[in-house]
Nanobody, 122 residues
Framework: VQLQASGGGLVQAGGSLRLSCAAS????????MGWFRQAPGKEREFVSA???????TYTDSVKGRFTISRDNAKNTVYLQMTSLKPEDTAAYYC?????????????????WGRGTLVTVSS
């Protein structure tokens, strides 16, 4: 499976971005998908994930601001980010698990895309 993340960029605080992650080589229909991020000088952390059935989970810091969704017909998962804050600045990575349920652990996910950079200015 190859994953291609896109949609990052520079945005002012309070703004919005939508990240996309397109999968190729295998259908993601029955697989959980996740988003992680890594800020400069920090470890990579869980952001959100969606199960094969559409169940969603979010880390507390993005609840109410970020929305994860998937379009199985397009083999793509999205992360809609609103009310962005400077602390959301990070490289965002998408990942797919061989399993259908979600988990917050990086080891749960088997394939990773290259990051897309999100920079939020104050």
């Amino acid at each position: 499976v190859q994953l291609q993340a896109s949609g990052g960029g520079l945005v002012q605080a309070g703004g919005s971005l939508r990240l996309s992650c397109a999968a190729s080589g295998r259908t993601i229909r029955t697989h959980a998908m996740g988003w992680f991020r890594q800020a400069p000088g920090k470890e990579r952390e869980f952001v959100s994930a969606i199960s094969w059935g559409g169940g969603r989970t979010y880390t507390d810091s993005v609840k109410g601001r970020f929305t994860i969704s998937r379009d199985n017909a397009k083999n793509t998962v999205y992360l809609q980010m609103t009310s962005l804050k400077p602390e959301d600045t990070a490289a965002y990575y998408c990942a797919v698990s061989k399993r259908g349920s979600v988990d917050w652990s990086e080891s749960w996910y088997d394939y990773w895309g290259r990051g897309t950079l999100v920079t939020v200015s104050s």
